[in-house]
């Protein structure tokens, strides 16, 4: 098993006093499945994702990412693991606006130390972005600087991608194509996702499908 997340616990401290937020959360997921999450808004999607991607830490339970204890590591241990394991795409593209594009493709291969120029080819053929491969982020159109933050996720090849509403900026046909593009090749690549959305359309390109509700997958 890829990923294995059980009986995951966190608490918000807020004004109002304490908001459990994840409630004993369960899930797993193969190497080369994908999974959609699904919850209505402020269930706690993203702070699951956070967890799972260790930027932020439980208060309870335990995540198991390709063998290691998340949950056992420390700060420098996480960092390691969002570095050479996960993958991260976000509904904003953060693309460096001083960058070609051909270089923020590369740029977490790189910090990685897991550069492959040939890989980055592939990733940018496939996601018809060769033609603006010299061009900075502000020339593109949004589906287009979408198509380069996950061309640069996927340039490192990490086991698994974690993304968050990733084509939330696309209108509805260009976020069925880009999310296709990103299915063919994580799928290509044999890692897992786990992909937050709020489209029942999308939703249904992923092989499988789970619904958060109430601090618990329903
Ligand atoms: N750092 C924080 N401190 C306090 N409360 C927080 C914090 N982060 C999130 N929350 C609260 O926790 C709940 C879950 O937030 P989260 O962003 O995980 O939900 P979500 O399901 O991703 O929502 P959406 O679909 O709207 O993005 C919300 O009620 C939010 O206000």
Same mark, same amino acid.
């Given at each position: 098993?890829?990923?294995?997340?059980?009986?995951?616990?966190?608490?918000?401290?807020?004004?109002?006093?304490?908001?459990?937020?994840?409630?004993?959360?369960?899930?797993?997921?193969?190497?080369?499945?994908?999974?959609?999450?699904?919850?209505?808004?402020?269930?706690?999607?993203?702070?699951?994702?956070?967890?799972?991607?260790?930027?932020?830490? $439980?208060?309870?339970?335990?995540?198991?990412?390709?063998?290691?204890?998340?949950?056992?590591?420390?700060?420098?241990?996480?960092?390691? &693991?969002?570095?050479?394991?996960?993958?991260?795409?976000?509904?904003?593209?953060?693309?460096?606006?001083?960058?070609?594009?051909?270089?923020?493709?590369?740029? %977490?291969?790189?910090?990685?130390?897991?550069?492959?120029?040939?890989?980055?080819?592939?990733?940018?053929?496939? &996601?018809?972005?060769? $033609?603006?491969?010299?061009?900075?982020?502000?020339?593109?159109?949004?589906?287009?600087? %979408?198509?380069?933050?996950?061309?640069?996720?996927?340039? $490192?090849?990490?086991?698994?991608?974690?993304?968050?509403?990733?084509?939330?900026?696309?209108?509805? @046909?260009?976020?069925? %194509?880009?999310? @296709?593009? &990103?299915?063919?090749?994580?799928?290509?690549?044999?890692?897992?996702?786990? &992909?937050?959305?709020?489209?029942?359309?999308?939703?249904?390109?992923? %092989?499988?499908?789970?619904?958060?509700?109430?601090?618990?997958?329903?």
């Amino acid at each position: 098993m890829l990923l294995t997340v059980t009986d995951l616990r966190k608490t918000y401290a807020t004004a109002d006093g304490d908001f459990d937020v994840l409630r004993g959360v369960d899930l797993s997921l193969d190497a080369g499945q994908t999974l959609a999450l699904t919850g209505e808004s402020g269930s706690g999607k993203s702070t699951l994702l956070h967890l799972i991607g260790g930027l932020d830490v $439980p208060d309870g339970g335990r995540i198991v990412l390709d063998g290691t204890d998340l949950t056992a590591l420390d700060d420098a241990g996480r960092a390691r &693991m969002r570095r050479e394991t996960v993958g991260v795409v976000f509904q904003q593209f953060n693309l460096i606006p001083s960058l070609r594009v051909v270089d923020n493709i590369a740029f %977490q291969a790189r910090l990685a130390g897991r550069h492959d120029g040939a890989w980055c080819d592939t990733l940018a053929e496939r &996601m018809g972005l060769t $033609p603006q491969l010299r061009k900075y982020p502000e020339q593109l159109s949004g589906g287009q600087q %979408q198509r380069v933050a996950i061309a640069r996720t996927l340039a $490192p090849r990490p086991r698994l991608v974690l993304a968050d509403e990733p084509t939330g900026n696309l209108d509805e @046909a260009a976020a069925a %194509q880009v999310l @296709a593009l &990103m299915l063919e090749l994580v799928t290509d690549t044999g890692a897992g996702l786990l &992909m937050v959305t709020h489209s029942d359309r999308l939703a249904g390109q992923m %092989q499988r499908r789970l619904h958060l509700s109430r601090g618990v997958i329903a």
